[in-house]
């Protein structure tokens, strides 16, 4: 994926749940880090996942966090697949 970026092949590069490889060991750390400080101007890059470092949120131009108003779990219901998982 980072090498199509560094090519020009795509101007969005979503890497989802890279957070999360990142805290399993997946994916290298200071890689990534590397990577968005030297991506192209035009890319759009979008990381998902929890947990992020203050390294990360510091090169972020949005930050978000999503927290649960209401869900079916408060009720019982169980994870569904292709809907929680």
């Known amino acids: 994926a980072m090498d199509a970026a560094k090519g020009g092949e795509c101007d969005l590069l979503i890497l989802d749940e890279?957070?999360?490889?990142i805290s399993s060991g997946m994916?290298?750390?200071k890689a990534l880090l590397e990577f968005i400080k030297g991506k192209p101007e035009k890319l759009e890059l979008v990381l998902t996942g929890r947990g992020a470092s203050p390294e990360f949120i510091g090169l972020a131009d949005y930050v978000s966090e999503i927290r649960a108003v209401r869900h079916p779990a408060e009720k019982g219901v169980k994870a569904r697949k292709g809907i929680e998982f």
Request: aromatic share 0%.
């Open 18 to 21: 890279a957070l999360g490889a």
């Open 27 to 29: 994916l290298d750390r």
